[in-house]
Every structure is written in structure tokens, then in C-alpha cells.
């Protein structure tokens, strides 16, 4: 992960004991912590976000700790999310030839750029289908109609974080075992996951029209 402390930030600030803020200088914030002692054992812990352009000194005690922790774990979660939207989509595939330097499709991001000319294989004759004929459809194989990209990618940003990494697992074509130790869950729960997350989907209401054969 990071250092989240290596950034500039617009604003600082440090957390008092009672739960208020006050402003202070990048170097009040960043000071070394102190060691956890008998009268306070809580380690000192930051919130950063880098998206609004501030920083906090948390407040050394349980609720502080607790914030930092789960400020840590959504950074680290939001990292890997982007660095899996940023891999290859063909690398490892059986469309890869191991050779990225002349290859015409290197850095095929899984990231969709709306305004991207899309097309298959170079032919702009062909065009895939979106349509869901009932509940078992194959959703994963049906995302590839241009005119509906707005409206899923959308529905995407929507999504917690784990439902968009098992969306991509999903995609990849990942097996329900290799999601099941990804997600350090059992193999029915991948189902009732992947069952909850197709739910979300049919139940969106910019795309529910397609749901349906009228």
C-alpha cells in the first residue's frame, strides 16, 4: 500500500479527544506519534482522502483507531480495484501471444472508455446482442452492446467494492472456486453473491427494460 503521507494535501487536520477538528500545518499533522503507553495504548492512526484533498490526525483512542483502520482497508481495497481495472484484459488469455510489444491490443484496460469506437475484430458489420431472455442468462456474456455501456457503467459506480471485484472475477471468467478463495468464502456463497449482485442488475431501473422480452 502507498504512503498516503507522501501526498500534498490541501488541508490538514488533527482530531481533539472530544471528537472536534481544528486546522494545523502539514507538519503538525505528519508529526512522529507517540508510543502507546499504560495511561493511552491507542497507536496514533491518519484518515487520508486523496479525492477531497485533506489529511487527519486521528485522535488517539478507540474510536480514532477504528476510523483509521477502516480508512486503511477502503485505500487498499480502492488500490487493488484500480490496479485489476488497469491489467491487460488479454493478457493470460488464450488471445494472447505472450509477444506485448507488437501486439495491436496491448493495454486493452478493463476500464471502458464510453467514447471508444467500438467493434468486432475489425468488422464494423457485426454487433453483439443484450438481451435477457430469463433468469438464467448468461448476464457476464451480455454486456457488449454500446448504446447500454452509459447506463451499466453507471450502475457500476453504484456497486460497493466487492460487488465490482466480483463483477470483474465474473467477467474474467474466473471459477466459482478460484472467487470462492479470492473472497476467502465458500463456494455457495460465491452463488448467493453472484445471485445478489445479478438482482441489483435486473433491478436497475435504466436497465430493467432490458430484462424482458416486451
Not at 64 to 87: C, F, I, P, T, W
Request: with cysteine; aromatic share 10%.
Amino acid at each position: 500500500m502507498r504512503s498516503y503521507q507522501k501526498l500534498h494535501y490541501e488541508n490538514y487536520y488533527a482530531q481533539c479527544a472530544n471528537g472536534d477538528y481544528a486546522a494545523v500545518t502539514r507538519k503538525e499533522c505528519f508529526a512522529p506519534a507517540e508510543v502507546p503507553s499504560s495511561t493511552n495504548p491507542y497507536p496514533q492512526k491518519w484518515f487520508y482522502d486523496p479525492d477531497a484533498g485533506y489529511a487527519v490526525r486521528l485522535a488517539r483512542t478507540k474510536e480514532g483507531v477504528d476510523l483509521g483502520m477502516r480508512n486503511a482497508a477502503d485505500l487498499k481495497a480502492d488500490e487493488r480495484y484500480k490496479e485489476h481495472q488497469s491489467r491487460c484484459v488479454w493478457k493470460g488469455s488464450d488471445n494472447c501471444n505472450q509477444k506485448c510489444g507488437e501486439c495491436c491490443r496491448q493495454n486493452t484496460h478493463r476500464t471502458v472508455e464510453l467514447d471508444k469506437h467500438w467493434g468486432n475484430d475489425n468488422n464494423d458489420d457485426l454487433q453483439s446482442v443484450f438481451d435477457f431472455e430469463d433468469e438464467t442468462v448468461d448476464i457476464v456474456a451480455s454486456i457488449a452492446v454500446k448504446d447500454l455501456l452509459e447506463a451499466f457503467n453507471a450502475l457500476l459506480e453504484k456497486l460497493s467494492l466487492d460487488d465490482r471485484e466480483l463483477w470483474d472475477c465474473l467477467k474474467c471468467g474466473l471459477k466459482k472456486q478460484e472467487i470462492a478463495d479470492k473472497f476467502h468464502i465458500s463456494v455457495d456463497g460465491v452463488r448467493y453473491r453472484e445471485q445478489k449482485l445479478f438482482a441489483k442488475i435486473r433491478a436497475d431501473k435504466m436497465l430493467r427494460s432490458y430484462f424482458s422480452n416486451d
